[in-house]
């Protein structure tokens, strides 16, 4: 999956989403994004690059690729735990739908 979501971040870097048509997205037995792809990729790569920026009426925030991932790594969920996120919002909020987790400090 690394070599896939690599293969991505070239592709919408430079803007040539036309050839995402022509790629399968592969699809694992198992896959855990914030393992693979978050801690695997992206903090092993570029821990301090931003991963999002919030901005709204109350200021803006940028949050590093380590900051998410010790973010979503606070939500205790272990082996044979149902998943607890909601994938129909926008990823900043998929750690932040556990009752543990509160607003962003």
Not at 5 to 12: G, K
Not at 31 to 59: C, R, S, Y
Request: hydrophobic share 30%; with cysteine; glycine share 8%.
């Amino acid at each position: 999956m690394q070599r896939y979501f690599q293969e991505f971040q070239r592709i919408a870097e430079a803007g040539t989403y036309h050839e995402l048509a022509a790629r399968p997205v592969p699809k694992p037995e198992y896959f855990n994004w914030t393992t693979e792809i978050l801690e695997g990729l992206h903090v092993a790569t570029h821990p301090d690059k931003p991963a999002l920026v919030l901005a709204g009426d109350a200021g803006r925030r940028t949050i590093t690729y380590a900051e998410l991932a010790g973010q979503a790594n606070q939500l205790g969920i272990g082996n044979g735990a149902p998943p607890r996120c909601c994938p129909s919002r926008p990823c900043y909020s998929w750690c932040r739908c556990a009752p543990s987790c509160g607003p962003p400090t």
